[in-house]
């Protein structure tokens, strides 16, 4: 079949521009067979990363139809079948099928499909991704684990540091404090690591402001485009779990948000909106200068009409309550 490859391309400090090339290929074909024919067959000058070819080193990470993934594993016949199934791309299509590969997100591009990956690296590096054996010492053999122990590590010990989740996070993209989903996934396996005794020190940095795991924005993206499976933002929500266990409400507003949340569901089903900007944002009415950030909000909601002068718990509230209860209570997942 004919495909027309839409590469965006672009040099350090430039504008981007879009460079088509005609292929024959077949649908067996991955994206990187393709890339790597236009540039041996057609266009010497296209750059992009690329290794081993096996869904394994995580080099050939771009964007492919506004997604990022590997080049390596993604072939021509699946892909196209997956844009027929977006009704606004599937009106679009023509005689020849179109795929547009472009850089990955978050990060500068040095020249067409290559990146600076330092920010994604400084940011692995701040959360200390190497066990700590400094409060023991160092034994004459290695440390051992059960096999229950090693076990906890298996998932995120998938992650090939391929860049996908980092170039798809919204959190990155609006706060560049962020460490990125890679690091939180990376620092998650720290904490779950029997070996490790530096715990209370990491979940302590792992809780600081927005550059941790209350930067997250919970949009699902980093788990959906990663090819390993390794699963960020289950891995920064166990690490919140950890810090909730620990801490109580009043030590940042980023736990009160959490615990508040839960409580006024257990309580009413649905959450009482009065309630909750007054315990979050004015700490059970002890930090006034929350409280009267407040005000402005509260007084436009007042004259619109948008202020909820009463509440009523839902219906099914004992259930709601119940459920919450037993998952609290189960072994995984704690308070």
């Known amino acids: 079949m004919k495909v ?17 090339y005609l292929l024959e290929t077949e649908s067996g074909n991955t994206i990187l067979d393709c890339l790597n024919r236009i540039k041996w067959e057609q ?10 070819r096996n869904t394994i080193c995580g080099s050939c990470a771009m964007r ?27 009106s679009k ?12 997100g978050n990060m500068p591009v040095i020249k067409d499909l290559v990146v600076d990956m330092s920010s994604f690296w400084n940011n692995l590096e701040a959360v200390a991704p190497y066990v700590s054996t400094a409060a023991r010492q160092v034994p004459e053999r290695e440390f051992l684990q059960t096999p229950l122990e090693r076990s906890q590590l298996d998932q995120t010990g998938n992650c090939i ?17 962020f460490v990125g989903p890679h690091a939180l996934a990376k620092a998650y396996r720290m904490v779950a690591d ?30 959906s485009v ?34 508040v949340l839960i409580d006024l569901v257990k309580e009413g089903g649905w959450i009482d909106e009065r309630q909750f900007g007054l315990q979050v944002v004015g700490n059970y009415f002890r930090d006034l200068k929350g409280l009267l950030s407040l005000a402005p909000l ?27 209860e037993s998952v609290q209570q189960h072994p995984r997942t704690g308070d």
């Open 4 to 20: 027309i490859f839409k590469v965006i391309r672009q040099q350090e400090n430039s504008s981007p521009i879009v460079q088509t």
């Open 43 to 52: 266009d010497g000058t296209l750059a992009f990363r690329k290794n081993c």
């Open 64 to 90: 492919i139809n506004g997604r990022s993934v590997l080049a390596c594993k993604e072939n021509i016949g699946s892909e196209l079948a997956r844009l027929q199934q977006i009704p606004s791309l599937a």
């Open 93 to 104: 299509a023509s005689a020849i099928p179109e795929i547009t590969v472009a850089p990955l």
């Open 161 to 177: 540091m391929c860049g996908a989740c980092y170039s798809e996070c919204n959190a990155r993209e609006v706060n560049p404090d």
């Open 194 to 223: 029997s070996r490790d005794r530096n715990t209370e020190n990491r979940l302590e940095s792992y809780n600081e402001g927005t550059k941790g795991v209350w930067g997250c924005t919970r949009c699902l993206y980093c788990d």
């Open 226 to 259: 990663c090819p390993m499976e390794v699963a960020p933002l289950e891995q920064i929500t166990k690490i919140k779990q950890e810090i909730l266990t620990l801490k109580q409400a009043d030590n940042s507003r980023s736990i009160r948000h959490r615990k």
């Open 298 to 324: 509260g007084f436009r909601m007042l004259c619109r009409g948008k202020f909820p002068m009463s509440f009523e718990p839902s219906q099914g509230t004992q259930q709601v309550r119940s459920l919450i």
